[in-house]
C-alpha cells in the first residue's frame, strides 16, 4: 500500500510540474507569457496571476534567446535560466502601443528588448517583471539558431584567397 502512494504521489507530482513548464524551439517564432505588477513572475494565465512558467529547451549548438515587451512600452523584465541571472530588458520608453507585434517591438527602442547568445545546453528559462508600470502586461520570448561558421570554412575561404593574391602576383611578373 506505501508503495502504491508513494507512486501515485509521485506521479500527481510530475503532471504539477509538467503543467508550469513549456518547451521552446528554436526557429519556432514568439512564444508568449503574461506578467503582473513588479515582481510577479511570468505566466501562462492571461490574467497575469497563477503559477510561474519556465521555458525548457535542450540546444545542440549555439542559439540567441530573444526576450522582449509587447503592447503598451514601459515594461522591463529580469530574465532567469533557473536560477542564474541573464540579465535585464533594456530600459523602455513609456507611451506607446504596438500590440502583439513582436518583430516590430523587439526592433523599436522604445520597447523593453533583450538577446543573449547561448551555448550548447540544456536551459530552463524563466523571469519576472522588473518595471510595470501598467500592473501587468504580455511579453514574448524566442529562440533563435546562431549561425556559427564552421572552421573547415574559414580555411576554404582562407585557401581561396591565398590562391587568388597568388595568381595575382604570378601576372604581374609576366
Known amino acids: 500500500m506505501k508503495k502504491i502512494t508513494a507512486v501515485l504521489c509521485s506521479l500527481i507530482l510530475a503532471v504539477c510540474i ?4 513549456s518547451a521552446l524551439t528554436a526557429d519556432s517564432g514568439w512564444e508568449e507569457f503574461y506578467f503582473g505588477n ?3 513572475h511570468w505566466t501562462l494565465n492571461n490574467t497575469g496571476f497563477g503559477d510561474q512558467v519556465w521555458f525548457d529547451f535542450t540546444l545542440d549548438s549555439a542559439a540567441i534567446l530573444t526576450v522582449t515587451d509587447a503592447f503598451d512600452s514601459g515594461d522591463q523584465f529580469d530574465v532567469f535560466d533557473g ?7 533594456s530600459v523602455p520608453v513609456i507611451g506607446g502601443f504596438i500590440g502583439d507585434d513582436y518583430d516590430a517591438a523587439s ?6 528588448t533583450g538577446s543573449w547568445m547561448l551555448a550548447a545546453g540544456t536551459y ?12 501587468g502586461g504580455r511579453g514574448a520570448l524566442r529562440l533563435d539558431s546562431a549561425s556559427v561558421p564552421e572552421p573547415a570554412t574559414m ?12 595568381m595575382r602576383i604570378r601576372g604581374k611578373r609576366k
Open 38 to 40: 513588479i515582481g510577479d
Open 83 to 89: 536560477l542564474t541571472g541573464l540579465g535585464l530588458t
Open 18 to 21: 509538467a503543467q508550469n513548464a
Open 155 to 166: 580555411l576554404l575561404f582562407g585557401t581561396c584567397l591565398a590562391g587568388l593574391a597568388g
Open 107 to 112: 526592433a523599436n527602442a522604445s520597447w523593453s
Open 124 to 135: 530552463s528559462i524563466t523571469g519576472y517583471s522588473a518595471v510595470s508600470p501598467f500592473g
